[in-house]
């Protein structure tokens, strides 16, 4: 075969675009340096600049499966550089050429240019957030009070999930509370009317609980060891301790949650803080119930759940003699 007859290579180079632009691999650089034609159909992708700074020459060119094997001719290199997440009307070309039997084909390469990190599909949640919070007639009109009950719905959906033992409800149920959080930090970016509400933004919050759980975990990434969960706990509870600066156990527990877990709650900061604090006497269900509820958190049983499947035991039975 003479240098004129090789078929060349096409090489198809994919970049994510949660990746800043120009953050390119080693092996992509090499590719487009040693190109013969590099080649892009999009004249707004948000590689070009950065290409083109660094000396590499791209032709704005959008060549269907015949052009581009054609363009190879000669043993040449072509780099593609597709729009977006690919560029399906070629590689469908491509392939029905391939699979014609009546093209030499030259060599077909799919190559990353970047590759997205873990937690990349964050950036979309965040930039969709963004949008529908400027375009969307509802959700621009939300408020962080306005939208706190879907929180608590959602929360208990999660709950709910995770109890079933659904795996694919679980991971739809997390990404409703995942919106939530998002939801609240875009509008928090906006600040408020009141004096002294400065805006935060989804970065602040993520920021925030990555300091606190690299300072509340010193047994990870500090010099102290926890060789046990009862060890970790006791370091957490004494890092809360020295943050917060509480004057009382029963500070920082929510009395809106529901009854029997604010009562196992309450529980669980009186054992630990080594109190000896007896419960209060009086007549009616709800002394017995808080009783209940202390005795099952010292047993390490969390009343909430035990009542929940209890109830799920219970609506079981309705159902059944409502079939017979």
């Known amino acids: ?21 120009g953050l390119l691999s080693w092996p992509a ?3 487009l340096r040693a190109a013969d034609l590099v080649l892009c159909p999009d004249a707004g992708h948000p590689q070009l600049p950065y290409l083109r700074e660094a000396g590499v020459a791209v032709e704005l060119s959008a060549p269907d499966a015949q052009e581009l094997v054609e363009a190879c001719a000669g043993g040449r290199t072509v780099v593609v550089l597709p729009a977006g997440e690919g560029d399906r009307r070629l590689t469908d070309g491509l392939a029905r050429l391939a699979g014609s039997g009546r093209v030499q084909m030259p060599d077909l390469e799919l190559l990353p240019g970047s590759y997205d990190l ?5 950036l ?5 957030m963004d949008r529908i919070r400027r375009e969307c007639p509802w959700s621009s009109q939300q408020t962080h009070k306005g939208l706190a009950k879907y929180a608590l719905e959602e929360a208990y ?6 109890e079933e033992g659904d795996r694919d409800e679980l991971r739809e149920e997390l990404g409703d509370v995942l919106l939530q959080v998002v939801f609240h930090a875009r509008i928090a970016e906006e600040g408020g009317a009141g004096e002294g509400e400065e805006p ?9 609980i990555v300091e606190k759980l690299i300072h509340r975990h010193p047994h990870v990434f500090g010099s102290e060891t926890a060789r046990t ?5 006791a370091h957490w509870l004494a890092m809360k301790a020295v943050e917060k600066r509480r004057a009382s156990v029963t500070d920082g527990v929510p009395l809106g949650q529901p009854a029997l877990a604010l009562a196992a709650k309450l529980s669980s900061r009186v054992r630990s803080a080594g109190l000896e604090v007896p419960l209060p006497s009086g007549e009616g269900v709800g002394y017995r119930l808080l009783a209940l509820a202390a005795e099952a958190e010292a047993a390490g049983v969390d009343p909430e759940s035990a009542l929940r499947a209890a109830a799920r035991a219970y609506r079981a039975s309705i159902r059944s003699a409502e079939s017979a």
């Not at 075969?1 to 632009?21: C, D, F, K, N, Y």
């Not at 959906?157 to 995770?162: D, H, K, N, S």
């Open 1 to 21: 075969m003479t240098a004129a007859q090789e078929p060349g290579r096409i090489v198809l180079l994919t970049a994510s675009h949660r990746v800043a632009p």
């Open 29 to 31: 650089w090499q590719t």
């Open 118 to 122: 873990p937690g990349a599909r964050l």
């Open 124 to 128: 979309d949640l965040v930039q969709v």
């Open 157 to 162: 959906e999660l709950v709910e999930a995770v």
């Open 200 to 208: 935060f933004s989804i970065d602040d919050v993520a920021g925030g």
């Open 229 to 233: 969960p009862e060890e970790v706990k």
